[in-house]
């Protein structure tokens, strides 16, 4: 059993940047790959980025390559999403999630886990 708690959303200009965080409770932690997605209203939760277990790859929608960097900390249980350049069109409800073992993943229904979601807003 894993919970996942995000953080670090808020309102913020276009061009600015901001870091989310998500906690995880439990001791394996280590042993999910990690995943970030995102949600607009009116639209369905789309694939954001994605890292594996030690952190060394790592995979993003072409939507955001470039401008933002997933990471992870498997020291304190937290994955992270830097954020920079933030476009309106990346308004939405992030949200973490996790997948048991080592395969990479874009797909909702493949992640076991998922914390509540933390609101980005960016403004024109």
């Known amino acids: 059993q894993v919970q996942l708690v995000e953080s670090g959303g808020g309102l913020v200009q276009a061009g600015g940047s901001l870091r989310l965080s998500c906690a995880a409770s439990?001791?394996?932690?280590?042993?999910?790959?990690m995943g970030w997605f995102r949600q607009a209203p009116g639209k369905g939760r789309e694939f954001v980025a994605y890292?594996?277990?030690?952190?060394?790859?790592?995979y993003y929608a072409d939507s955001v390559k470039g401008r933002f960097t997933i990471s992870r900390d498997n020291a304190k249980n937290t994955v992270y999403l830097q954020m920079n350049s933030l476009k309106p069109e990346d308004t939405a409800v992030y949200h973490c999630a996790a997948r048991l073992g080592t395969v990479l993943s874009t797909s909702v229904g493949s992640y076991s886990y998922w914390g509540q979601g933390t609101q980005v807003t960016v403004a024109s």
């Open positions: 890292v594996n277990l030690s952190g060394g790859r790592t």
């Open positions: 439990g001791r394996t932690f280590s042993s999910y790959g």
